[in-house]
């Protein structure tokens, strides 16, 4: 009986692995094993060159460095192992003429190397090599990278695509959508990868995701139309950072809070975001669904104990009203409660959407639920002519989005400081405690 190979290979994987065409791309669902099976390749086409005393070079470009480092972690490395390769691995910061970049980089026999870095035009006209284009639909600035990546490939290099849609827009859709022989094409979804033995509950995944427009773009491979969306997926992934949502990386700074009141059907959301420069940063988003008003005030008031609270919208709308008034009266000045009325949300759409379009606002990347709800908004006319947005096909009526458009209007146009002065345990005014952004302001932890 013949011994089992090292590295297992679904249907779909084996025939994205020996297609050894030169112009190469992959559109496969989330999680089906784009990067590991790419990474194979890249391995695969090493040790050839190894065995036959030549010296093979790739570079991969990610999204960010630490889809860069998983690559090499979990793809490069592991596979070289298991082809009985030796290798000396490296780090190094590459410099370029906009920034300097963390770069992960392997050594092979015989001069080999494989580089794996964030994706940019610098890097992308940096190096002569083959090239794997890791998740290029969620690439920023697509079309600058490919501008300056193409002329570097074309004397004879080869180029791996690999990528879930993301909207109707950017290089990757181009590239997927354009008439010609000069691509081979490989498109995988949910439904393929799982005949061809991958294990997926997919009607698990589905419910899990809770979100069409998200289950039909990432796992059955649609691109979404971006004509009516408020925010189109360019606009949201140019916006997202891996250091964003973590509170860890909270520095202090002043802190700006959107509250979106929701308790039975509609989730409740608190969005914290702190000020660096002209950014606001997430740092931390409070998630919570049929929550007592208790719990739900207990988590706003945790929110504006730990961090230096500048200002707090809160949606003052229905169930919203007592929520407001007890904000205010423990924390007074700093508390603004907001009406949600079709004039009030256009300002905070388009406050909103400026921020996006500025890249001014830092939100999680691949936080596949956040990026669903953000797209799902639609501008739409009301029957007097006066504009008025929705979420279609939504369970939880695009909430994340009011949080963080509540967020941005509490940043917009803070003029002075407001007062704040919480309650003691015996229900007592502090008047020592003032508004973060006076100096005098005692953290609460004081």
């Known amino acids: 009986m013949p011994p089992k190979p090292a590295i297992q290979l679904y249907g779909y994987q084996r025939e994205w692995f020996m297609d050894r065409s030169r112009f190469k791309l992959a559109k496969f669902a989330r999680q089906t094993g784009k990067t590991f099976t790419t990474t194979l390749e890249v391995v695969d086409d090493s040790y050839e060159a190894a065995v036959q005393k030549r010296r093979a070079r790739w570079v991969i470009l990610s999204r960010g460095e630490r889809q860069a480092a998983e690559a090499m972690n979990e793809g490069i490395k592991p596979h070289a192992k298991a082809y009985g390769m030796a290798f000396e691995e490296s780090a190094f910061d590459w410099e370029g003429s906009s920034g300097s970049y963390k770069a992960l980089e392997v050594t092979l026999p015989h001069g080999g190397k494989i580089t794996a870095l964030p994706a940019n035009p610098d890097t992308a006209r940096g190096f002569s090599a083959n090239v794997f284009l ?22 004879g290099w080869k180029l791996r695509v690999a990528s879930t849609p993301n909207g109707k827009s950017g290089k990757f859709y181009e590239l997927d959508t354009a008439d010609d ?36 773009q990432e796992f059955e491979l649609k691109y979404l139309d971006e004509a009516s969306a408020w925010l189109s997926y360019e606009l949201i992934t140019a916006c997202e950072d891996e250091r964003a949502g973590r509170s860890s990386e909270y520095q202090g700074g002043l802190c700006f809070v959107g509250r979106d009141i929701g308790r039975r059907n509609d989730l409740h959301v608190i969005w914290v975001a702190e000020l660096i420069g002209d950014v606001l940063w ?5 998630e919570q669904k049929r929550a007592t008003f208790a719990d739900m005030d207990a988590a ?4 504006m104990s730990r961090y230096h609270v500048a200002r707090a919208c809160i949606d003052q709308t229905g169930m919203g009203e007592k929520v407001v008034e007890d904000a205010q009266r423990r924390y007074g000045g700093v508390i603004e409660g907001v009406l949600f009325t079709s004039p009030s949300k256009l300002v905070m759409a388009t406050q909103g959407k400026e921020r996006f379009e500025d890249r001014t606002v830092r939100i999680p990347a691949g936080d596949v639920p956040l990026r669903g709800d953000l797209h799902k908004l639609r501008k739409i006319s009301g029957p007097t002519g006066v504009p008025r947005f929705v979420a279609e096909r939504d369970d939880d009526h695009a909430d994340r989005t009011w949080a963080i458009f509540l967020g941005i209007n509490a940043a917009a146009g803070l003029s002075e400081a407001p007062r704040w002065r919480p309650l003691t345990e015996a229900g007592e005014m502090q008047p020592s405690r003032v508004n973060p952004i006076d100096e005098n302001w005692i953290p609460a932890d004081a």
């Not at 000069?182 to 995988?188: F, G, L, N, P, Y």
């Open 181 to 216: 022989d000069a691509w081979s094409r490989h498109e995988v979804d949910i439904y393929r990868a799982v005949k061809d033995g991958l294990p997926r509950d997919i009607e698990e995944l589905r419910a899990a995701i809770a979100d069409e427009d998200a289950w039909a």
């Open 134 to 155: 890791d998740e290029f639909a969620f690439h920023k600035d697509s079309g600058a990278i490919w501008k300056a990546l193409f002329p570097v490939i074309s004397a």
């Open 282 to 286: 997430e740092r931390e988003r409070i």
């Open 300 to 303: 706003f008031d945790e929110v």
